[in-house]
């Protein structure tokens, strides 16, 4: 079964652009969490969706936007592009919410100039 | 809020020995979860192990078990007959209800040939 995939797997943009990333959960994963992992720290928590609607938000600015398909596919949309926004972007799919174990995929890599 | 400290940024050790890695978390909360999950070069992010925190039973997966001292707010990773494989970042993670995962920042595992 494949896991959790994300595209695109790196990116370039510049200051002030916009950038839309996207996530495909585990087949039958109802739930979508969005994680930013700034190099040489720990993810901290975006956004979680469930039945499409957003259940949790961290501490993030109103640039940072989500949201989740009727396929539980997801998106993250970042407006306004700052060089602090360069990071690594973790998506990462559960079956149901709560005490259900996460997985991660591979990331997106955004990098803005 | 939730916060959560790994106090060795980086640990180095000969394969097929054993090493041990702390982590510390404060919370209010009595019911939650959590974990340690390895970020290899490759980037994903992998579940090593997890501990519900009604359960007084350490967690033990294959080489890897955990030290969880509830009242300290205590929760270290032995990683038993170290492998090279073994090589990544280790962080220590606590979620409650609301899957919202919390991070530490990290520490980074060198074994040894």
């Known amino acids: 079964d494949a896991g959790v995939t994300q595209s695109p797997t790196h990116l370039i943009k510049t200051r002030g652009q916009h950038v839309t990333l996207r996530c495909s959960p585990i087949s039958g994963h109802k739930s979508v969490s969005w994680y930013q992992q700034v190099l040489g720290q720990g993810p901290q928590f975006i956004f979680q969706y469930y039945e499409k609607e957003e259940r949790g938000r961290g501490n993030f600015p109103d640039r940072f936007s989500a949201r989740q398909f009727p396929n539980y596919s997801s998106e993250l949309n970042v407006n306004a592009l700052l060089l602090g926004d360069s990071a690594l972007y973790l998506c990462?799919?559960?079956?149901?919410?709560?005490?259900?174990?996460?997985?991660f995929g591979p990331g997106t890599r955004l990098t803005v100039t | 809020a939730q916060t959560v400290t790994q106090s060795q940024p980086e640990m180095s050790v000969q394969e097929a020995e054993t090493v041990t890695l702390s982590c510390t978390y404060d919370?209010?909360?009595?019911?939650?979860?959590l974990f340690w999950y390895k970020q290899p070069p490759s980037r994903q992010m992998i579940l090593v192990i997890r501990q519900e925190a009604y359960k007084q039973q350490n967690a033990t997966e294959n080489r890897f078990s955990v030290n969880f001292q509830k009242a300290a707010k205590s929760f270290s990773l032995k990683i038993s007959d170290s492998q090279l494989g073994d090589t990544a970042m280790y962080f220590c993670a606590f979620m409650k209800w609301d899957d919202k995962i919390i991070f530490g920042k990290g520490t980074r595992l060198h074994i040894l040939p």
């Open positions: 919370t209010s909360e009595n019911n939650y979860y």
């Open positions: 990462a799919s559960s079956l149901e919410t709560g005490k259900y174990e996460q997985y």
